[in-house]
């Protein structure tokens, strides 16, 4: 019992350790090769040669200018989308039809969802096979650059599909703590229109309850490597991809140059957080200065229009591209300018079967041993919480949203260095804690609000009818959280489903999940194999939450008081 | 040995500020009403006397139940029961299963569910064991939940506005049932109220707390 | 015995330690049943990849070894591993047992002494490779000495669609000529793919009226006189390309996706069976043919090596020697299958295996062994290191 109680209070320090140890690891490991120190490798350079040798990459101020300009152009279009959204049509039955749409999306995975657009919009896509040659008279796909544009446009699109269920699914959990139902009412009665008067009356408390994740947007956005694979500039690629690249050379001196570029992409996120967080200032005070002008801007409120539409269209791009993948992956022949397929054929799906099924044990074997882990470690801060005040996520929720903000290009070829330095073979226990760090945080805030918000006096009755405190854990509280803690469970599979860097890099290409399997196949090109591993990724990441909402329906079939829960 | 709840120079304090100061004995079968607006520490006093004080409070003084000194128990060894307003049965178990939880350890699976059942009986609930509390009345609820409370053989009983949701009609019943059944048993009542008929009809000596007090 | 191992290491530089000499063949076999091998080997071809695990399910059934195939994107992420793996002072349980290799990487593996060798030519099967007609002793000019076991020959071909436009271009200077007349149909894999640095190659070759100079190492003095013409023919080329050069396919099949939703209309393969095995299943019309160019195309060998801190050593070479099997050979040259170019001497072989290729429908878009005409010898590494370099510099950064 006494030993038990030790155990639990050091639950919260150990989650710290498994969140930010590999990250603190990681970079501090990035330090010593980016100034020219690899003694493992027996080589040492001047401090500033790979700084040097980054800057004089063919190319590098575009790929640092396509970082910056991506990241803010995805975040700000799929904050802008979901603040219109909500501003425009919060309570009305388009808002309800597309939250039960967009929420699912959260969980398909961004090679995925990558997958999808680009089987839409590429010049020969499905749109385009579509309307051809009957509306646009080709007969042959036109030359246009769609895909892989040197702009990022298409790696915007591919980012803004995948955020704005993120953050809306993010807003609609704030909200439940901003008054805004009667804040809008109070606006409207002062001859504010529903759109300005929701921006003006709501967003200043939502956004304040948003900011983390929009800066986990903006992070995710400036460094992703699996969707820039599939939708980004070639030429040359963002920073995050050079990063890839350099890790993946055969010369050891590149090994440098790569931490030297992952320094130089956490140094970039930070100064264009900083940069977003001075843009927040100034809107800030731009809109006191609206406030105080009392304008009502009536010409805002059409504005509502583009939210719906944007949504919309986010939410049928990634649907339309699901229904993509399944078409290409039965797909025998399906030559431009024909909209289906000409011939049908499973060919695919048997000769890929063994591939498929092998694979998809393998990522849920690490997706279901680092979501349980965090599952423990989460419930034992949770507990902890409880039980003796140990608040791990007091302030704020920084300390949560931390590994979430560093770029994962930054720290992850640094954690390489020093796992191959320390003698540690790659395979799945290494990726299985490298997950982890990516998985604790989600779980956590999965889970963090329904735990807290359980009636604190179950727990009491419970313990004077003489039940202790594991007895009112197992008995009482986690049964009646049986949904949350699914749901949460189902949060961590589809994070770990999604992981392709942390899995390539730690896994040292021996760990094979549908995801780096996936993007090792679009190299190829063979496009039914594509679709056919992309959709079993996006399946994997689904189902679980098809049963974190099943599961708890069946087991309280007979329990009305649990059906909302 | 002294039967009873006692309570010995309890002071609790809020962040720092004085918020209760309470000294009283409660005999076996005696109830003791502590009456004042909300938000002036009533139900603070009884998590203090459950063993569930929240963080941000401290309290000195002890709490003697029945002879034994109960302030350093953890809640779930300390015998006491609690009513609250809300009946608070667990909503995943069955009503069986919720007076099974109460029920302490011990007999084998037959004799507990003979006491369940004549549990049940004893407040006209026949045949209830195995419904979904979800489906309850408002007063079979609270009658549940009472006889929850009883079979884990409590040695004191706090009522913590335990009346206040229900109707008149109602509370009335429900009270008097509570107070039968406490009485039966010889428990010492702790209850704590804003409602002066609940005062009126425990008929025992009434505390009142106010902002001024203390 | 830990230290014992590592004195033997110093003493022994390169040499296996308690490895089976790969000379005694039935002891090889014996000590590899039962071993796993991780076979690192560029993943991004379904057709190989089946033939991998094709390959796997054989030497499980013949031998007992468990072939693992581990996926690459790059077959240089499997150099970095093994090099990274050297330097922690690793010399047993590597993570790579064998590697799909050659050119560049295979140079730069022997030179840093990761290989494990020599072994190819105590192979049983190495007898039936055809070592006077096929480049399978050098390896982009670098002598291999046994330090990697081919597998699979590979010629360029250029892929075109009978029912469209090119017919048959004999130059470089047609390819050029017809993209200026047809722009926006042509492109090639954006180096440093392997095929498309390829490419560069073989323009600079089939350019140069003396392409003899790029047998030696490329120098200072030489360089930029010699590849003067493929940067002045990229120039004109560049603007002419699918996507006007702003983007590239990432691979060769990224580009015969192309062909087949009808982006472009020719391509290039580094194998003349691609074609065929691509019409197969479905992957490209069956108008598509192949051709070389007048002067011929470059060649060269697909090779496998085990890498020096391999644990799997044995399994690795049971592996190598399967892959020179008739059997194993036959069936990669099945268009259905990979199409691949064998390595044998089908005519030196015994009737009963000689029937196995006899058998084989190459393909209609398979050329014969005449119609494919001169192998042109690939160039010194050095070339190809330079020119990619160039090209990223050059083309890579599109505006």
Redesign the interface.
């Given at each position: 019992m006494v030993r038990g109680k030790g155990l639990l209070r050091l639950v919260p320090a150990l989650t710290v350790l498994a969140m930010l140890g590999p990250v603190a690891a990681g970079l501090l490991g990035a330090l010593g090769p980016a100034l020219g120190h690899l003694p493992a490798a027996g080589l040492s350079a001047p401090p500033l040669t790979p700084l040097t040798a980054v800057l004089s990459t063919p190319g590098i101020d575009r790929s640092i200018r396509l970082s910056v300009t991506t990241g803010l152009a995805a975040t700000a279009l799929a904050l802008g989308t979901v603040t219109l959204l909500l501003a425009g049509w919060t309570g009305s039955r388009a808002f309800g039809l597309l939250q039960r749409a967009l929420s699912p999306l959260l969980a398909v995975p961004h090679a995925a969802a990558a997958f999808g657009l680009a089987f839409l919009i590429a010049p020969s896509g499905w749109l385009a096979r579509i309307v051809s040659p009957w509306a646009t008279g080709w007969q042959v796909p036109p030359d246009i650059l769609i895909l892989h544009d040197p702009w990022g446009a298409s790696l915007v699109a591919g980012l803004v599909t995948k955020e704005v269920p993120f953050l809306l699914l993010m807003s609609l959990a704030a909200l439940r703590q901003v008054d805004a139902a009667r804040s809008r009412a109070v606006a409207l009665s002062l001859g504010y229109g529903p759109v300005m008067g929701w921006i003006i009356g709501v967003f200043p408390r939502l956004y304040a309850q948003i900011r983390m994740p929009v800066y986990v947007v903006l992070t995710y956005a400036m460094s992703v490597v699996d969707m820039a694979l599939v939708l980004g500039p070639t030429t040359p690629p963002p920073l995050s991809v050079q990063i890839v690249t350099w890790m993946s050379a055969p010369a050891l001196e590149m090994r440098m140059q790569a931490a030297a570029g992952a320094l130089l992409q956490l140094a970039l996120v930070l100064a264009t957080l900083a940069l977003w967080w001075l843009g927040e200032r100034v809107v800030a005070r731009l809109g006191r200065r609206w406030v105080t002008a009392g304008r009502r801007a009536p010409a805002v409120e059409p504005l509502r229009w583009l939210g719906l539409a944007a949504a919309s269209i986010v939410a049928m791009t990634v649907l339309a591209g699901i229904a993509v993948m399944m078409l290409w992956s039965v797909a025998y022949v399906w030559r431009f300018p024909a909209a289906l397929p000409g011939a049908l054929s499973g060919a695919v799906w048997i000769r890929q079967g063994p591939v498929l099924s092998s694979t998809l044990a393998e990522t849920m074997w690490i997706a279901s041993a680092s979501t349980a882990m965090a599952l423990v470690l989460v419930l034992g801060c949770l507990e902890a919480e409880q039980r003796y005040r140990l608040r791990l996520s007091g302030r704020g929720l920084w300390l949560l949203y931390l590994p979430l903000v560093i770029p994962q290009t930054a720290f992850l070829p640094g954690l390489q260095a020093l796992l191959i330095d320390a003698g540690i073979g790659a395979g799945q226990i290494p990726v299985i804690l490298a997950h982890l760090v990516f998985v604790l945080p989600y779980v956590f805030l999965s889970l963090g609000d329904p735990y807290r918000a359980w009636d604190a006096r179950l727990g009491t009755i419970a313990a004077t009818l003489g039940a202790g405190p594991n007895r009112v854990l197992w008995r009482v509280r986690l049964p009646m959280l049986l949904g949350p803690v699914l749901t949460a469970a189902a949060v961590g599979l589809a994070v770990s489903v999604g992981q392709y860097l942390p899995t390539l890099l730690i896994g040292g290409g021996r760990v094979m999940t549908l995801t780096t399997e996936a993007l090792a196949l679009s190299s190829g090109g063979d496009r039914r194999v594509i679709a056919a591993f992309g959709l079993m990724q996006t399946l994997a990441a689904l189902l679980p939450f098809a049963l974190a909402i099943g599961v708890p329906a069946v087991v309280w079939r007979h329990r009305k008081g649990l059906a909302h829960g | 040995m002294d039967k009873g709840l006692e309570l010995r120079d309890v002071r609790i304090e809020k962040d720092g500020s004085a918020l209760i100061a309470l000294d009283a004995r409660i005999g076996s079968g005696e109830v003791l009403t502590v009456m004042g607006p909300s938000g002036v520490g009533k139900s603070t006093l009884l998590?203090f006397i459950?063993?569930?004080l929240a963080?941000g409070f401290s309290a000195s003084g002890r709490v003697i139940l029945d002879g034994l000194d109960i302030t350093d128990l953890?809640?779930?060894?300390?015998?006491?029961?609690?009513l609250?307003q809300?009946d608070?049965?667990?909503?995943?178990l069955s009503v069986g299963q919720n007076l099974a939880?109460?029920l302490?350890?011990g007999g084998n699976r037959d004799a507990r569910q003979a006491k369940i059942e004549s549990a049940l009986a004893e407040v006209g609930l026949e045949g209830f064991a195995g419904r979904?509390?979800?489906?309850l009345s408002g007063g079979q609820k609270a009658r549940v939940s009472l006889m929850?409370?009883l079979l884990?053989e409590?040695c004191v009983l706090l009522l913590d506005e335990a009346f206040s949701r229900l109707d008149a009609v109602l509370r009335d019943q429900v009270r008097e049932m509570v107070f039968a059944r406490a009485r039966a048993r010889a428990l010492p009542i702790l209850m704590v109220t804003h409602d002066a008929e609940d005062a009126r009809a425990a008929g025992g000596q009434v505390v009142t707390l106010g902002p001024t007090s203390g | 015995m830990k230290r014992f191992a590592l004195i033997l290491a110093l003493l022994a530089p390169g040499l296996a330690m308690a490895d089976t000499a790969p000379s005694d063949w039935p002891a090889v076999e014996a000590a590899a049943r039962g071993q796993t091998v991780y076979w690192d080997a560029w993943g991004g071809s379904t057709a190989t990849n089946d033939f991998i695990a094709w390959v796997g399910q054989r030497v499980q059934e013949d031998y007992g070894v468990n072939l693992i195939h581990v996926k690459l994107t790059d077959t240089a992420d499997a150099v970095t591993r093994v090099l990274a793996e050297k330097q922690a002072g690793q010399t047993s349980g590597g993570a790579v047992d064998l590697i799909w290799i050659n050119g560049a990487n295979f140079a730069a593996m022997k030179e840093a002494g990761l290989l494990y060798g020599p072994f190819a030519e105590q192979l049983p099967n190495w007898k039936l490779v055809d070592v006077a007609g096929k480049t399978v002793q050098t390896d982009f000019t670098v002598p291999v000495e046994g330090y990697e076991s081919p597998w699979a020959m590979a010629q360029v071909v250029f892929i075109h669609d009978t029912a469209r436009e090119p017919d048959r271009l004999g130059s470089m200077g047609t390819i050029l000529d017809w993209a200026k007349a047809h722009p926006g149909r042509f492109t090639y894999p954006q180096p440093p793919d392997f095929l498309g640095t390829t490419f560069l190659k073989q323009a600079l070759i089939d350019l140069l009226p003396d392409p003899s100079v790029l047998q030696q190492p490329a120098t200072d003095a030489n360089y930029d006189a010699v590849t003067a013409p493929l940067w002045a023919w990229l120039d004109e080329l560049t603007p002419n390309l699918w996507r006007q050069g702003r983007a590239y396919p990432a691979t060769g099949p990224a580009a015969l996706q192309l062909m087949n939703d009808g982006e472009i209309d020719l391509a290039i393969s580094f194998s003349p069976g691609e074609a065929s095995t691509a019409i197969a299943n479905g992957q490209l019309p069956d108008t598509v043919r192949t051709f070389v160019l007048d002067k011929g195309t470059i060649g060269n060998a697909s090779f496998v090596a085990i890498p020096f801190d391999s644990s799997a050593k044995e399994g690795a070479m049971v592996v190598a020697n399967f892959l020179m099997s008739p059997e194993a050979q036959a069936r990669a040259q099945d268009p259905a299958v990979l199409g691949y170019g064998t390595v044998l001497d089908v005519a030196a072989l015994p009737a009963a295996n000689k029937v196995r290729f006899d058998a084989l429908d190459l393909g209609i878009a398979t050329l014969t062994p005449d119609q494919l005409g001169k192998v042109q010898p690939e160039p010194h590494p050095s070339w190809m290191t330079r020119i990619a370099a160039d090209w990223a510099r050059r083309y890579g950064v599109a505006n």
């Open positions: - | 998590s459950t063993g569930t963080p953890p809640a779930h060894r300390r015998r006491v029961g609690i609250f809300d608070l049965l667990f909503p995943h939880f109460g302490r350890a979904d509390p979800a489906t929850r409370m884990s409590p | -």
